[in-house]
Structures are given as structure tokens and as C-alpha cells.
């Protein structure tokens, strides 16, 4: 009955793929008037181009209406990001080391699914926004699977405003709170956390209303975040007031719901030479103050000649929050994209828990054998005590070996 329900939304993703692309022409007339009014205005005289403004008052409703056009859509923009990954790994972990006598061989893994976003602009002042995320199997495995693991709908909104002057959100979303890049502890309000191994990964939000009030280059926003409520009295507010002097953006924010702690957060972006710097903190109340920090910076840079394109990225946790004892993390990552100009790109990213000395690197090579077809080599390797956060088995550390091949994934 599950696969039977997908198959009318395939239909519908289909039918708008088609009549959106027999609604795509080009008018010139629309945008630069026809062969004759060109004449027209070529050969008027001084008294028709200045005498009455008549060609003044054209010039500016034609941008205006080229204002509308770009704003309002008279049908559904179906795009995202499709994706085909096949990996298996070998593990090796013993109590003497990582190359232990006990051998793991991870079993195949495919990742297939796609991203897909519906974006309506029926007019200027109102838009409606979905994204939803199908993966491989399609089905329910006999019950193993969940219909929200096969379908499940990522972000759902509407937005609307007042006067040019107050701006709404409500539905589902996603709700740029922190500024960490592995770690936000100041994130409260999405659904999942950032995960240090793919930070880039698009976070869960939760179903809210969002009012922004812009004024001048600073913001206001009101969240009320209603995810999992069963009462009003569940119901979480959250605060933000967002400040830019010259290069540098402070946010200041605050977060409540009864039964909740109540925590107040802050953030702060600039720039330094080459270096982006991101600062955030939080301190909740629960009986007595929990204090979190992170601070961070990624630097950027590609030569002229297209050789050397490496991307750094680093920060540190302290992570207060909730906890019986201090524990401070730290996480790095370094990327050379397109070696020396070839289809190569070397990685490495570090993570660990530097209270108990645990963690783990994983150094990695991908190559783009031809468009759209990627083979990535990694080794992962853990150390640290026996039970240590990143070594939690009697195994102790372990080194894991891993080939991945990507089929053809992109944006569409």
C-alpha cells in the first residue's frame, strides 16, 4: 500500500517537470517592445522624448513589470540533487592495535535516493517552498522500514508579509540559529545536529512561524517553534536580534519552553586577512548555569592558474552543557581540490575528544575517473583507551579501510 501511495506523486513530479518546460519561451516584444516602436522613438523629435514623459512613464512600468516577472512564476520549479553511492569497508581492531587479528568485512552499501524541491511564486508577496528526500529500498524490507525512511519530507513553508515591512515563515523549515561549522551548541531549534563528518549536510528543522523584521542592515526574529508539541504549553519562543557593523554580524538570541531549560546564546562572524572567524556561546539554567563555547575559522585559497585550491577548516568545543565534567573536543579538516589541475582531490579530516585523548583521522583520495563518475579511497583510523568515547569497544583503536564509488549524482 506504501509503494502504491508513492506512485501518484511520481506522477505529479512528472506532469509539472513537462508543463513547465512547454511554459519556457522567450518574448522579445515583452522585454524590448516590437520593430516598429523602436522606429517610433528613433525618429521623435525633441518635444516626444521630453515634452509630455510619456516615454519615461513606459520606461518605468516596463521595469516594473520585468520586477514581477522575476518574482512570480505562473508554475511549480522542480529541481534538487539525485545521488548514487555504492561503498564497502574492511575493519581491522584488536586489543594489541589496529591491526588486530580480528577482521571485519562490511557488507555492500548502496545509497540511492534524491532531494527533490517544489518552489511556487504565485505572486510577489507569497511563495511556497517543499523539499522531501526518497531513498533506496522503496519499500518497507517486511516491516524493517519506515514509511518516513523511504519518503520523507524535509522542509515544508510558506512565505508571506506585511507591508513590505515584516517578513513570515511558517511550516516546516530549517532555522539558521548557530554559526559553528562541526559543532553549534547554540543550536537549539533544528531537528538534527551537524555532524563533524559532514558538516555541510542540510540540517532538519522544526515546524515553526518565523517573523523577521529587517531594519536597515540589522534584523529581528520571533521563532515559535511547535515541533512535538501535544499543548500551547509546549510550545518554545526564541528570540533573535542579528547586528552588522562593517564586516562583523553579532547575534544575540534567547530560547524557552515549559519544562525546558531556559538558555541565552550568541554568535559573532567576521573576517580576518584571508581567515572567516565564527564565535558562538550558550549558558542554560537548570538549577545551576551551563556554559558552552566553540570558536573556529576556515580559510580559502586558489591560485590563478587553477593549481592549488585548498579549503581549511578548524574548531574547538568546550562543552558545559548538561554535563557532570568539562569536555573539550576539537575537529579539522583540509581539502586540495584538483591537484595540480588534474581529476584528483586529497582530504583529511581530524576529530577527538580532548579530555579522554580519543579520536579519530581519516585521510582520503577521490578521483574523477569521468564526468560524473567518482572513486574515493579512505582509511579511518580510531585510537584511545578501551571504552574511550571514540574507542568504545575492548577492540581498542581501529583502522578501517574504505572504497566508494559515486554513479552519476548532481543537481537537476
Not at 60 to 73: F, R, W
Not at 199 to 210: C, D, F
Not at 367 to 391: C, M, Q
Amino acid at each position: 500500500m506504501k509503494r502504491i501511495l508513492l506512485i501518484p506523486f511520481l506522477l505529479l513530479m512528472i506532469s509539472s517537470v513537462l508543463l513547465a518546460q512547454e511554459s519556457i519561451e522567450t518574448n522579445e516584444e515583452a522585454l524590448f517592445g516590437t520593430a516598429e516602436g523602436q522606429d517610433a522613438v528613433a525618429g521623435s523629435d525633441e518635444e516626444s522624448l521630453f515634452g509630455d514623459g510619456e516615454l519615461i512613464s513606459e520606461v518605468e512600468e516596463k521595469q516594473e513589470n520585468l520586477s514581477t516577472v522575476l518574482l512570480t512564476s505562473e508554475n511549480l520549479e522542480i529541481g534538487g540533487r539525485y545521488r548514487f553511492d555504492a561503498s564497502s569497508a574492511w575493519s581491522f581492531n584488536g586489543a594489541t592495535g589496529p591491526f588486530g587479528a580480528d577482521l571485519i568485512d562490511d557488507p555492500l552499501t548502496l545509497d540511492l535516493g534524491a532531494l527533490v524541491f517544489l518552489d511556487a511564486r504565485p505572486s510577489e508577496t507569497f511563495r511556497v517552498y517543499g523539499e522531501v528526500d526518497v531513498a533506496y529500498p522503496f519499500s518497507d524490507q517486511g516491516g524493517t522500514r519506515e514509511f518516513d525512511e523511504v519518503f520523507h519530507v524535509s522542509e515544508l513553508f510558506s512565505d508571506f508579509q506585511f507591508g513590505d515591512a515584516v517578513f513570515f515563515r511558517a511550516g516546516k523549515q530549517t532555522i539558521n540559529w548557530g554559526v559553528g561549522y562541526f559543532f553549534s551548541p547554540a543550536d537549539l531549534l533544528n531537528v538534527t545536529e551537524i555532524d563533524p563528518e559532514d558538516p555541510e549536510a542540510e540540517l532538519e528543522g522544526p515546524v515553526a512561524i518565523k517573523i523577521q523584521a529587517p531594519i536597515g542592515a540589522h534584523n529581528l526574529y520571533l521563532y515559535t517553534v511547535f515541533e512535538d508539541a501535544a499543548s500551547i504549553d509546549e510550545v518554545a519562543l526564541a528570540p533573535k536580534a542579528e547586528f552588522v557593523i562593517g564586516d562583523t554580524e553579532i547575534g544575540l538570541g534567547a530560547f524557552y519552553r515549559a519544562g525546558d531549560a531556559p538558555a541565552a546564546m550568541t554568535t559573532l562572524t567576521t573576517s580576518l586577512l584571508d581567515f572567516s572567524i565564527f564565535v558562538e556561546g550558550i549558558v542554560s539554567y537548570d538549577e545551576r548555569f551551563f556554559p558552552s563555547a566553540t570558536a573556529g575559522f576556515s580559510y580559502r585559497f586558489s591560485d590563478d592558474l587553477d593549481l592549488f585550491n585548498i579549503s581549511v577548516s578548524s574548531q574547538y568545543l568546550y562543552n558545559g552543557e548538561g554535563t557532570d565534567s568539562e569536555l573539550h573536543y576539537g575537529a579539522a579538516s583540509a581539502s586540495w581540490s584538483g591537484m595540480f589541475g588534474s581529476d584528483f582531490n586529497l582530504g583529511c579530516f581530524w576529530l577527538g575528544n580532548l579530555s579522554d585523548g580519543s579520536g579519530m583521522i581519516a585521510p582520503s583520495l577521490s578521483w574523477n575517473l569521468i564526468e560524473d563518475l567518482d572513486l574515493t579511497l579512505k582509511a579511518s583510523y580510531r585510537y584511545g583507551g578501551v571504552g574511550d568515547e571514540y574507542t568504545p569497544t575492548p577492540a581498542g583503536d581501529t583502522m578501517t579501510l574504505s572504497v566508494s564509488a559515486g554513479f552519476g549524482g548532481g543537481s537537476f
